[in-house]
């Protein structure tokens, strides 16, 4: 865990502390049990109203919290007898993906997903969950192995977007990802997707091509992060604010538009504040349209996923109010 606070989450933090002081208090007094009981219901109304009003900008912190969990510790959670594997078979590992078998409610899938660090050391060594050409080309070969084997894949997505840098470039980065949306595209096991945190760019939907795409209550999901879009568009970093507005990322946005599936609900006050909670729901959700996409056949799942995609995306017409002159 890390000290960091973000503003909206500290009214109610400081609440807590008192409610901890006080019994710590109790111990020796029982007549402020009264008291806590009623500092304790006014948390969690307090949590329940903020954490259903935030805003766009105060979303995308939430779904960056430094507590909030990672790809592996969902594996730790849903997962049985897991087994990751390693390497592209090309160049190296990528550490900024994981990924391998496993057994879901006793049934043997294929899970993969970006890993971010929980400090200085393992966020250099995850690359910040920026992952490589090989991370992608890793991804794709455990993709080969779930559509060779029948095994349903899952992938769990959380990163600001694929890494930039000249190494990346020089091996491939873009191939890479269209590699794998062209090897999602074509399978033929049912796929499912979960944007568990921060879905940015070719990056993440390199890993997000699926039958079904859900979102933890507080995930974002976007074509360019915040910071990219208010650097290109305003040329100003520092407008992330602004840019967080207009991209429509919250789950509750994409669900309208048509882009998520299905919101999945978390712990009250985010994801970090209830692991365990959060993934009993994910596991239910996971449970429910794997067997939803068991009933179709390998053909009639690349044939929906194909319409799905095809489907996405609106536009609105804005009539010109502009008259010619005579």
């Not at 969990?69 to 997962?79: A, H, K, R």
């Not at 899938?109 to 690359?127: C, D, P, W």
């Not at 996971?286 to 996409?293: D, G, I, S, V």
Request: aromatic share 6%; glycine share 8%.
């Amino acid at each position: 865990m890390t000290n960091r606070v973000l503003d909206f989450e500290r009214p109610i933090l400081e609440l807590e502390s008192k409610i901890r002081e006080l019994k710590d208090l109790s111990e020796a007094n029982d007549e402020i049990a009264d008291e806590i009981r009623r500092l304790e219901e006014k948390a969690r109304r307090l949590q329940r109203e903020r954490f259903a009003a935030l805003s766009p900008w105060e979303q995308v912190q939430l779904a960056k919290h430094p507590d909030r969990p990672y790809t592996l510790d969902y594996v730790g959670e849903l997962l049985t007898d897991w087994v990751e594997l390693k390497g592209d078979r090309a160049f190296a590992d990528d550490p900024a993906i994981v990924g391998g078998l496993g057994r879901f409610r006793g049934r043997p899938i294929v899970l993969l997903g970006h890993q971010k660090g929980r400090n200085t050391k393992e966020n250099l060594y995850r690359n910040f969950g920026m992952a490589r050409p090989e991370g992608y080309r890793k991804a794709q070969r455990l993709m080969d192995m779930a559509d060779r084997f029948g095994l349903p894949l899952v992938t769990l997505i959380d990163t600001a977007g694929a890494y930039p840098g000249i190494g990346a470039e020089e091996r491939g980065q873009s191939e890479a990802i269209a590699a794998s949306l062209e090897k999602m595209a074509t399978l033929g096991v049912p796929t499912v997707s979960v944007v568990i945190g921060e879905g940015g760019s070719g990056g993440a939907l390199a890993i997000g091509l699926t039958d079904r795409i859900l979102m933890l209550e507080h995930a974002v999901y976007s074509v360019i992060s915040p910071r990219g879009c208010a650097s290109i568009l305003w040329k100003d970093p520092d407008a992330e604010r602004k840019a967080a507005d207009q991209l429509k990322l919250s789950a509750q946005d994409l669900l309208e538009l048509g882009v998520c599936d299905e919101i999945v609900p978390e712990a009250v006050g985010g994801a970090h504040r209830g692991l365990s909670e959060t993934a009993s729901a994910l596991a239910e959700a996971l449970a429910r349209h794997l067997a939803e996409l068991d009933k179709m056949t390998p053909d009639e799942r690349r044939n929906a996923r194909y319409r799905k995609f095809r489907e996405m995306g609106r536009f609105e017409v804005v009539e010109d109010s502009r008259t010619e002159s005579a």
